[in-house]
């Protein structure tokens, strides 16, 4: 069927039209208006006189349909905004035209229109403009009502905010909503009918899914519990019904919301452990007008620093990165969205020392953020030269050159794989914590650690993995049914490195308060049941078994260390084994004197001799632990240059002059 144009789903009625429409109303009006008066009160009009009125009448509604912009709005979806705006147009109109019918009558009584034809005239036109617009948008309605998608929804939240949701679902164009029931969060107006629609308790919800037929739930309340959302998540999942919810609701009370503003439920959400409250004036302090160079500035955390970074206004930021496309991307985003001049972008990695110092001498960063590191387990466990390169050679690249070149402060990014590592690389950045916390006391940079676990979305994670397998079909993949892990969201965790970063005066490892750990096969079965699938049925989860050097359950702190608090409620500070700079210093350097023999076995045992709390897990490695707990006498590096233990060890020796490394 075709339908006329201004019916078309397709187009819009033109501004023209609709100004041209409503000044024929008004000539209607204006001779209803003449027509009731003539008749029943038998008023006779100086018809010549009457015909100018009526000219300077048009004159007056066209300079108030101008000026209120009456045509402007959509027909189609003419909301109270705009039959608001005709009453305001009319009335302002309306008095205008009084004003002036009394300056005529003082003129000369013969020019005056008695007010009962203006008082008609009005409610005409007033009663005329709005009914053509509602009459219209039924039109509309109906027409479009069979090829509209349909959906039964149920809105959960705080009462002040179910209507203003009803008004703004009721005049979508592409779906029709029929607002089943509200579920008023507090219960405390159960049982009430609010603009038509019966107010329920949150346990008559299931009853409601099953008699309702409901296909969408949404969420309109500001400060959910979590536990309430995860309820609302499982619920629904279990119904088979879609949910949603609306994250600003500030636009919605101001009248700037659209459909598009509702959104699905993210993982993070149902993580969330409320707003963290940050001192910004000390951050600002400690980096505005600073030269501050952001190590790993491509990756999750690096790339999220560097947002932050900016509303302190700093000198300038350097961007350090070897990724070439997404350090390409971070580039883009900085000058589009950020509008920020002030960066330099350099392409190196932190394990060429001669390039890293010709960054340093160009630029002489008094602030150091060193996010650069690898950091996948698995891979890390079957290439542990490469973790070492990076992880520990390179972080004691950036760090040596921070004090050769004065840096005021060196923030370093570690993690919870760290403490009693199973893995080598947490050892790796186990080893890099000890050597900048030795060398903080032998120079002026004040050398801080900040250390906390696995950020939700960072590249490689869980979250993403999981996504995919998702959009796919499944399987889930899950490594054991009792793993957990701690997690951060990727702003949450960077706004707490600046902030520990400030807090700071050089040696500390700061832990941040990571919550409670989440089993991962929980995270799977709720990233499953948001994207709309039945867990077990639709996607499977299957455990495929710990991979090299990963271990069940993570910590904060080892056995030996206890945790101090600061300041700040989510930061806590560790109390850790300290380490003598020297010894450390020609550890460091033996192990670099190492990397060219290729000896992976070898490089493991002086890991675990310098970090004994390091038992391998579910790796090639573990047979070293053995061998090592055999004998723990001695300094450090005696033990690491202990050839009849390195014989042991390992098949093939190094063909090193120990007494030239001691010494």
């Known amino acids: 069927m075709r339908y006329p144009y201004l019916l078309s789903k397709r187009h819009f009625a033109p501004r023209w039209i609709v100004f041209l429409i409503d000044l024929i109303l008004c000539a209607f009006a204006i001779l209803a208006a003449i027509f009731i008066t003539v008749n029943l009160s038998h008023y006779t009009f100086d018809w010549h006189i009457l015909a100018g009125f009526c000219f300077i009448i048009l004159g007056v509604r066209l300079i108030s349909f101008i000026i209120f912009r009456t045509y402007s709005g959509i ?23 009084v004003l002036l019918d009394g300056l005529l009558y003082f003129v000369s009584p013969a020019l005056f229109t008695p007010f009962s034809f203006l008082w008609i ?132 009370v101001s009248g700037d919301f659209s459909i598009n503003n509702i959104k699905n439920i993210k993982i993070e959400d149902l993580l969330e452990r409320g707003v963290i409250e940050l001192d910004d004036d000390n951050v600002r302090q400690q980096l505005k007008d600073k030269s501050i160079l952001v190590t790993g500035a491509a990756g999750s955390i690096g790339s999220e620093i560097v947002r932050q970074l900016t509303k302190f206004e700093p000198r300038k930021i350097i961007l350090l990165d070897i990724a070439e496309s997404p350090l390409y991307e971070i580039e883009l985003e900085l000058h ?50 490469e973790g070492v390169k990076t992880n520990i050679i390179g972080t004691k690249n950036v760090a040596d050159l921070a004090v050769t070149y004065g840096c005021e402060k060196f923030v370093m990014i570690s993690t919870d794989k760290a403490v009693n590592p199973t893995n080598v690389m947490g050892c790796t950045k186990r080893m890099a914590e000890i050597y900048i916390q030795s060398l903080n006391r032998e120079s002026k940079t004040a050398f801080v650690t900040t250390r906390f676990g696995n950020v939700l979305g960072s590249n490689g994670s869980v979250i993403p993995r999981f996504s995919k397998q998702i959009e796919e079909g499944g ?79 993570e910590e904060v702190l080892n056995k030996e260390e206890e945790v101090l608090p600061t300041l700040y409620k989510r930061i806590n500070r560790a109390k850790v084994r300290e380490y003598d700079f020297a010894e450390v210093q020609k550890i460091f350097d033996y192990i670099e004197a190492t990397l060219p023999y290729q000896n992976d076995f070898n490089l493991i045992r002086i890991l675990k001799i310098v970090v004994p709390e390091f038992k391998s897990n579910n790796s090639v490695f573990e047979k070293l632990d053995d061998i090592l707990k055999e004998k723990k006498g001695g300094s450090l590096l005696s033990r690491i240059l202990d050839s009849p233990e390195m014989e042991k060890a390992f098949a093939q020796g190094l063909e090193l002059d120990k007494n030239q490394v001691i010494n």
Not at 348 to 375: C, M, N, Q, W
Not at 488 to 499: F, G, R, S
């Open 475 to 553: 399987p889930v993949t899950v490594t054991h049914p009792d793993i957990t892990r701690f997690f951060m969201t990727i702003p949450e965790a960077c706004q707490l490195v600046l902030q520990a970063g400030a807090l700071g005066k050089g040696g500390e490892i700061f832990v941040f308060d990571m919550g409670e750990s989440v089993k991962i096969v929980d995270l799977a079965k709720n990233m499953i049941r948001l994207s709309g699938y039945e867990v077990g049925r639709e996607i499977k989860i299957v455990y495929t078994g710990l991979r090299p050097g990963e271990k069940l359950y």
């Open 121 to 252: 005239e009005y409610t005409m036109l007033l009663s005329t403009m709005i009914s053509s617009r509602l009459v219209f948008k039924a039109l509309f309605a109906r027409n479009f009502v069979t090829i509209r998608e349909k959906k039964n929804v149920v809105i959960y939240g705080s009462e002040q905010y179910l209507v203003m949701l009803k008004h703004v679902l009721a005049n979508t164009p592409d779906i029709q909503f029929h607002i089943t029931a509200f579920i008023d969060s507090s219960n405390r107006s159960a049982g009430k009918i609010l603009a038509g629609v019966k107010i329920y308790k949150y346990k008559q919800l299931p009853d409601i899914f099953i008699k309702e037929d409901v296909d969408m739930l949404i969420i309109a309340q500001k400060l959910m519990n979590v536990t309430r959302k995860k309820q609302l998540l499982e619920l629904c999942s279990e119904f088979k019904v879609e949910i949603k919810e609306v994250p600003n609701l500030d636009k919605l």
């Open 336 to 385: 589009e969205s950020c509008n920020l001049k002030d960066f330099a972008i350099e392409l190196a990695s932190i394990r060429d020392k001669d390039v890293l110092e010709t960054i340093f001498r160009k630029y002489r960063p008094e602030v150091v953020y060193h996010a650069g590191a690898y950091k996948h387990v698995p891979m890390i466990e079957n290439l542990p030269m």
């Open 75 to 97: 027909i189609r979806y003419t909301s109270t905004h705009d039959i608001i705006r005709i009453f305001y147009c009319l009335t302002a109109g309306e008095a205008a035209i």
